[in-house]
C-alpha cells in the first residue's frame, strides 16, 4: 500500500513505519519534529517537515497522488502538560486532525488509522477495560483524543472513509536503532532504565500502599513492535466505511515494582527505590481488553514486559 504517516518522527510513528516498510509498503512521512527526531525516519522513505495542520502541504502530498492509507500519530501526548496549557492541546490534537481529516476525505484516501489512547476512558469502573467501557477522560489530553474519535466516527458514517481508532495503554520497548527519546520523559520504564544508564541515583515510587498483591500500582504494557503490527492489521481489514475502535495491551497488569525488579534483572543493577505518596488521579489498576482486536483484527500482542524491557535498555546503551 502506499501510505502516509503523520507523527512519523516520533517514537511510535517512526517504528511503524519501519515496520511498514519491512512489510513492503511505501511511506511518506510528514512531522513538525517538534518533538519529533529527523534520524528516526528511514533513509529510503520519503519526508516532508510539515505541520498536519497545513493544508496546502498536506493537500500537496495527497492529491492526485493514490494514497491508500492514512496513519495518524502527530499529536501533543504530555498528561500533565496538557493541563497546564489545555487550550494548546485542543488546538494542535483536534484542529490539526479536523484540518487532516478534511484533506484526507477531499483527496478521497479510503483509510485512516488514528493513534488514540486508554486515556479516553479516564478512571474505570471495571477491569479489564473493553471498548464498551465509558469515556470519561480526566485531562486535556485524553479528551482531546476522544474529540478526534468523535470526529471520526460521524465522518465515517457520512463520507465514503474505513477509520480506525487504536487505543493505546502504556507502549514501551524500542526497535533496533528507533527508542524512547522524550525531550520531558514522563513514561515508567525509561525512567527506571535511567537509574542503571547513571542519569538517575533512584527511582521514585508513587504509592505503596494500594489495594494491588506489593500495594504498587498495576498497568498494562504493550511492546512497540507488538502495536506496530496492530496498525499494520487495522490497514488490513479496513475493507468498508465506518468507524472502529481497538484497545491495544498485553491483557494482564504488571506493577510498578514487578517493573523495578524486570530491570534489575535485565540490568544487573540494584536500582534503588524511593517510595513517594500517591500521584492524585492515579487509578490503582489499568489494564486492557484486547479480545476485540483478537477477533477481529487478528492481532494478539507477543512479547512480555522482559523483552520490552531487554530491547529499551539494548537502545539506550546504543545511544550512550
Known amino acids: 500500500m502506499k501510505l502516509l504517516v503523520t507523527g512519523g518522527a516520533g517514537y511510535i510513528g517512526s517504528v511503524v513505519t519501519a515496520v511498514l516498510r519491512e512489510g513492503g509498503h511505501q511511506v511518506t512521512v510528514l512531522d513538525s519534529l517538534v518533538t519529533g527526531h529527523r ?24 492529491a492526485g497522488n493514490g494514497f491508500d492509507g492514512v496513519l495518524h500519530f502527530a499529536a501533543l501526548s504530555l498528561v500533565g502538560q496538557s493541563v497546564q496549557d ?15 481529516v478534511r484533506e484526507v476525505v477531499a483527496a478521497g ?14 478512571e474505570p469502573e471495571s477491569i479489564p477495560i473493553t471498548e464498551e467501557a465509558p469515556t470519561r477522560p480526566t485531562s486535556p489530553y485524553g479528551a482531546s483524543k476522544l474529540a ?9 458514517a457520512a463520507r465514503p472513509l474505513s477509520a480506525t481508532s487504536l487505543r ?23 525512567n527506571v532504565l535511567a537509574v542503571p544508564a547513571g542519569k538517575r541515583e533512584a527511582v521514585d515510587v ?10 504498587s500500582a498495576v498497568r498494562d504494557y504493550i511492546h512497540v513492535v507488538d502495536l ?19 484497545n491495544l495491551g498485553i491483557g494482564r497488569g504488571y506493577s510498578v515494582l514487578e517493573v523495578v525488579d524486570t530491570v534489575r ?16 488521579g492515579d487509578p490503582a489498576t489499568l489494564v486492557a481488553s484486547s479480545t476485540k482486536a483478537n477477533a477481529e483484527l487478528g492481532w494478539s500482542a507477543e512479547l512480555d514486559l522482559e523483552q520490552m524491557v531487554s530491547d529499551a535498555w539494548r537502545f539506550h546503551q546504543q545511544r550512550g
Open 39 to 62: 534520524d528516526a525516519v528511514p533513509a529510503e522513505v520519503e519526508f516532508v517537515q510539515a505541520d498536519v495542520a497545513d493544508n496546502a502541504a498536506v493537500r500537496g502530498i495527497l
Open 265 to 280: 534483572k535485565v540490568t544487573a543493577h540494584p536500582v534503588p527505590v524511593r517510595e513517594s505518596p500517591r500521584r492524585a
Open 168 to 190: 493505546y495503554f502504556n507502549v514501551a520497548g524500542a526497535h533496533g536503532d528507533i527508542g524512547e527519546r522524550h525531550a520531558t520523559e514522563t513514561h515508567l520504564i525509561p
Open 109 to 122: 484516501v479510503p483509510r485512516f488509522v488514528f493513534s488514540s489512547t486508554a486515556a479516553t476512558y479516564g
Open 228 to 246: 506496530a503490527k496492530a496498525h499494520v492489521r487495522a490497514l488490513e481489514t479496513s475493507d468498508r466505511p465506518g468507524h472502529r475502535v481497538f
Open 86 to 100: 489545555p487550550e494548546s492541546y485542543f488546538a494542535n490534537n483536534v484542529g490539526g486532525s479536523i484540518a487532516l
Open 148 to 156: 478526534v474519535d468523535e470526529l471520526l466516527r460521524f465522518t465515517a
Open 206 to 215: 508513587f504509592g505503596t500502599d494500594y489495594p494491588t498483591a506489593d500495594g
